[in-house]
């Protein structure tokens, strides 16, 4: 009996009707009066409550008044966070590059191949097939050892690869090219053929970074020099100079020769990385 009384009450609750009457207080002349039952009140009250939440949400969202709440971003904060995220991404990749450049060179420091300088050889002629006459000029480069000429008298009209632009390179040896620079079969030097016992010859002025065997190669000299550029030497019969040396471009290295398990013949393998990445040795120096 109390839940169906209480179920009465809150029926005419919701069906009486009221009034809302405004009056003058002097006269009592109605000047305004609205009648409404609970449920129109109610439907009127929910209605209030989206048209607030959806207008403050228009304004958090699509005008500056969001910049006055604690803890939401200002403009120039979020320039700020934008420019650190693009600092950090170029960063990143900077990192990435150096670290790959110290991995190559510290693999070409310890006798190895980097890990993607596999050398494959597609060469249509090869080292053995070039036929020299043969004379004693052991006389003649003895005098040019004596000379160490340095003329940097290369490449007339200066290059604009990298950050190499404008560098003269002295002719490691003056020869017959039989392998070409091919970064799509993975031959990242060329082949250069020259007379028996020739003289390999500094590219630029710089120092050896490394002066060894390898299995592979052979006698191996690598040459730092500056702007991040090394250049190699592979195949040698003999080397003329240490780690630790200053060497300057012209001056002999090496001896041309036919040592370590990949060679085919006599020949120079010639490669100059730049930034820790191979590029073709035809685009800067004058063979």
Same mark, same amino acid.
Do not use: C
């Given at each position: 009996?109390?839940?169906?009384?209480?179920?009465d009450k809150i029926k005419k609750i919701f069906q009486n009707p009221y009034r809302i009457v405004i009056f003058n207080d002097l006269n009592?002349?109605?000047?305004?009066?609205?009648?409404?039952?609970?449920?129109?009140?109610?439907?009127?009250?929910?209605?209030?409550?989206?048209?607030?939440?959806?207008?403050?949400?228009?304004?958090?969202?699509?005008?500056?008044?969001?910049?006055?709440?604690?803890?939401?971003?200002?403009?120039?904060?979020?320039?700020?966070?934008?420019?650190?995220?693009?600092?950090?991404?170029?960063?990143?990749?900077?990192?990435?590059?150096?670290?790959?450049?110290?991995?190559?060179?510290?693999?070409?420091?310890?006798?190895?191949?980097?890990?993607?300088?596999?050398?494959?050889?597609?060469?249509?002629?090869?080292?053995?097939?070039?036929?020299?006459? %043969?004379?004693?000029? #052991?006389?003649?480069?003895?005098? /040019?050892?004596?000379?160490?000429?340095? &003329?940097? *008298?290369?490449?007339? $009209?200066?290059?604009?690869?990298?950050?190499?632009?404008?560098?003269?390179?002295?002719?490691?040896?003056?020869?017959?090219?039989?392998?070409?620079?091919?970064?799509?079969?993975?031959?990242?030097?060329?082949?250069?053929?020259?007379?028996?016992?020739?003289?390999?010859?500094?590219?630029?002025?710089?120092?050896?970074?490394?002066?060894?065997?390898?299995?592979d190669t052979g006698y191996v000299i690598y040459l730092q020099h500056g702007q991040n550029l090394i250049t190699v030497y592979r195949h040698?019969?003999?080397?003329? %100079?240490?780690?630790? #040396?200053?060497?300057?471009?012209? /001056?002999?290295?090496?001896?041309?020769? &036919?040592? *370590?398990?990949?060679? $085919?013949?006599?020949?120079?393998?010639?490669?100059?990385?730049?930034?820790?990445?191979?590029?073709?040795?035809?685009?800067?120096?004058?063979?």
């Amino acid at each position: 009996m109390q839940k169906e009384r209480k179920r009465d009450k809150i029926k005419k609750i919701f069906q009486n009707p009221y009034r809302i009457v405004i009056f003058n207080d002097l006269n009592l002349h109605i000047i305004k009066q609205v009648r409404f039952n609970a449920r129109t009140m109610l439907g009127a009250l929910i209605f209030a409550v989206i048209f607030i939440i959806t207008s403050v949400t228009i304004l958090i969202a699509f005008t500056p008044l969001r910049e006055y709440i604690p803890g939401y971003p200002t403009g120039k904060m979020r320039q700020m966070l934008i420019g650190n995220v693009l600092v950090v991404d170029s960063l990143e990749q900077e990192i990435q590059r150096r670290d790959k450049y110290f991995t190559d060179f510290r693999a070409m420091l310890a006798g190895e191949t980097p890990s993607d300088t596999a050398v494959k050889r597609t060469a249509s002629l090869r080292p053995d097939q070039v036929q020299f006459k %043969k004379y004693d000029h #052991d006389s003649l480069f003895r005098e /040019e050892l004596a000379r160490e000429q340095v &003329n940097l *008298g290369i490449n007339s $009209t200066p290059s604009s690869k990298g950050g190499v632009a404008g560098l003269l390179f002295f002719p490691p040896l003056n020869g017959i090219i039989t392998g070409r620079f091919d970064i799509s079969n993975r031959h990242f030097g060329v082949d250069i053929v020259g007379k028996l016992n020739s003289r390999i010859s500094a590219a630029l002025d710089g120092t050896v970074v490394f002066a060894g065997w390898t299995i592979d190669t052979g006698y191996v000299i690598y040459l730092q020099h500056g702007q991040n550029l090394i250049t190699v030497y592979r195949h040698n019969a003999e080397l003329l %100079k240490i780690q630790g #040396d200053k060497v300057r471009a012209g /001056e002999a290295i090496a001896i041309m020769g &036919n040592s *370590g398990k990949e060679t $085919t013949g006599p020949h120079l393998h010639f490669e100059m990385w730049l930034n820790g990445l191979a590029v073709n040795p035809e685009d800067y120096v004058k063979f």
